[in-house]
């Protein structure tokens, strides 16, 4: 399988991989926002996830993901 890269965004909540944030393509890593929010919305290149809205969020596929 192709490996791909995923790109963490900076800023609050500090975002944390659970492995390496390069993974084989279908496999999948567990990201982890600070706790502490009252609310979770996670975002794979610009755009809101839908149903992603808790302080964890597995992804399988390249992007940049946020969480605000």
């Known amino acids: 399988s ?3 890269a995923l790109t963490l965004g900076t800023g609050t909540p500090t ?6 944030t390069t993974i084989c393509e279908g496999t999948a890593v567990t990201l982890n926002a600070t ?3 009252t609310a979770y ?3 794979k ?3 809101a996830q839908a149903g992603a809205t808790s302080a964890s969020f597995a992804v399988s596929s390249a992007g940049n993901y946020y969480c605000n």
């Open 41 to 43: 919305q996670w975002y």
């Open 15 to 20: 975002i944390t991989a659970s492995g390496s």
């Open 35 to 37: 706790a502490g929010a």
């Open 2 to 4: 192709a490996s791909v």
């Open 45 to 47: 290149n610009g755009v």
